[in-house]
């Protein structure tokens, strides 16, 4: 079965400091692979994404990504955390065949403080 | 540059009332999605649609019932609310690759 692990609920890290979000998936097969973030009372933004290739992604923001296959991991890495950070981060696996073709995995979210 | 449009933002509802929530998007995709989001819960899918006129049940269906009459609009029903419907519903367009989410709407069933 799908489903993703977001080991840390809540991380505090001061500004300027390297901050790493982990993610765990179980699938099938080679999947999609995504970092939302959601700020306060908004909807779900696209941070990156993987589909294949270069398992090393960029993202929006500074934030990057490394897919590790033989570790199911995907996590969010950015070397400098800026206030403006603060925001609740979602890593989701997405369905690339069968029954599960278009549906999103999502793991229950991390919430990162940032202390001034 | 509308992308994903919610209706409306905020609702509160009394126990058994019935409500739709209308999503329209504006980028011809071909998937939709209906999502609640609940503390400490991450997002589950409610129902979803692979094209106009077809619809799926995701991981937590009971309550709910959709409809895609047009490709751009994807509703979700609750016929008869229940305390346990308060959530916040995002609904999210694709085309196979990238979901794109509307703004959301916070709904309260007292």
């Known amino acids: 079965a799908q489903s993703v692990t977001q080991p840390d609920i809540h991380i505090t890290v001061s500004e300027g400091a390297s901050l790493e979000l982990r993610c765990n998936y179980s699938?099938?097969?080679?999947?999609?692979l995504f970092w939302y973030v959601q700020s306060p009372g908004q909807g779900l933004q696209l941070l990156l994404k993987?589909?294949?290739?270069?398992?090393l992604v960029q993202g929006i923001k500074g934030f990057e990504a490394e897919f590790k296959r033989s570790q199911s991991s995907f996590n969010l890495r950015k070397p400098s955390v800026h206030w403006s950070d603060a925001a609740e981060y979602f890593c989701?696996?997405?369905?690339?065949?069968?029954?599960?073709?278009?549906?999103?995995?999502f793991g229950r979210g991390t919430q990162l403080t940032v202390w001034p | 540059n509308a992308g994903v449009t919610q209706t409306p933002k905020f609702r509160v509802l009394k126990t058994g009332q019935s409500m739709t929530l209308l999503c329209a998007q504006d980028?011809?995709?071909?998937?939709m999605y209906w999502y609640r989001q609940d503390p400490g819960m991450g997002l589950r899918l409610i129902h979803y649609s692979v094209g106009e006129g077809t619809t799926a049940k995701g991981e937590v269906p009971d309550g709910y019932n959709v409809s895609r009459l047009k490709k751009q609009n994807f509703l979700l029903g609750l016929e008869s609310a229940a305390p346990s419907q308060t959530s916040v519903y995002f609904c999210?367009?694709?085309?196979?690759?990238?979901?794109?989410f509307g703004a959301g709407t916070r709904l309260s069933v007292l």
């Open positions: 999210a367009s694709s085309d196979l690759g990238i979901q794109y």
């Open positions: 699938y099938g097969a080679t999947p999609y």
């Open positions: 989701a696996v997405g369905g690339n065949r069968g029954s599960t073709l278009g549906r999103l995995y």
């Open positions: 993987y589909f294949s290739g270069d398992t």
């Open positions: 980028m011809n995709h071909e998937y």
